[in-house]
T-cell receptor
Framework: KNEVEQSPQNLTAQEGEFITINCSYS?????LHWLQQHPGGGIVSLFM???GKKKHGRLIATINIQEKHSSLHITASHPRDSAVYIC????????FGTGTSLTVIP | KAGVTQTPRYLIKTRGQQVTLSCSPI?????VSWYQQTPGQGLQFLFE???????NKGNFPGRFSGRQFSNSRSEMNVSTLELGDSALYLC????????????FGPGTRLLVL
């Protein structure tokens, strides 16, 4: 049983395209996190959400608590956005999605 | 401010041995969490420490243990290593709680032969 489901698993986009990654979860949460992992392992926390919407540069994250769903949007994608994006939920412990591997082609 | 540091970065052990990994959080952060990442299982939560107390624990066997010191530095220990323990072990720190923004270290890559 997966507490966190992400889609798609893999995504290839042309530079400049608008990208959406989806995350659904099945348990109560305190917060939802979007993480970025580059090759080599380093993980960076992009957003932490408990409601509504957050924006940071070209990245936008939204969450719908009633529907237990979150989306990560990347506007005007760039090759440097190529990474694995991981959705995680926190409550008593962290549960992670399996990640979305994004490749942005110049 | 220096980021989260983990030592060692790479480690090779044999089955049956034990290993201790270290994590130094960002200065002022009091919560340290540990995670295991493998190609098959992805990221999994091990445990979280706050003010020297284990606050939350994931679903790992008792061979996995940890502790936190008064300066918030944390160690995790794996005893009686198994081949399946080969993984990237990440720690993350936050100011007060696991529910806050997590700042991740670079990880320790453990290979069990």
């Amino acid at each position: 049983k997966n507490e966190v489901e992400q889609s798609p698993q893999n995504l290839t986009a042309q530079e400049g395209e608008f990208i959406t990654i989806n995350c659904s979860y099945s348990v109560g949460i305190s917060a939802l996190h979007w993480l970025q992992q580059h090759p080599g392992g380093g993980i960076v926390s992009l957003f932490m959400l408990s409601s509504g919407k957050k924006k940071h540069g070209r990245l936008i994250a939204t969450i719908n608590i009633q529907e237990k769903h979150s989306s990560l949007h990347i506007t005007a994608s760039h090759p440097r956005d190529s990474a694995v994006y991981i959705c995680a939920i926190s409550g008593n412990q962290f549960y992670f999605g399996t990640g979305t591997s994004l490749t942005v082609i110049p | 401010k220096a980021g989260v540091t983990q030592t060692p970065r790479y480690l090779i052990k044999t089955r049956g041995q034990q290993v201790t990994l270290s994590c130094s959080p960002i200065s002022g952060h009091r919560s340290v969490s540990w995670y295991q990442q493998t190609p098959g299982q992805g990221l999994q939560f091990l445990f979280e420490y706050f003010s020297e107390t284990q606050r939350n624990k994931g679903n790992f066997p008792g061979r996995f243990s940890g502790r936190q010191f008064s300066n918030s530095r944390s160690e995790m220990n794996v005893s009686t290593l198994e081949l399946g323990d080969s993984a990237l072990y990440l720690c993350a720190s936050s100011l007060l709680a696991e529910q806050e923004t997590q700042y991740f270290g670079p990880g320790t890559r453990l290979l069990v032969l």
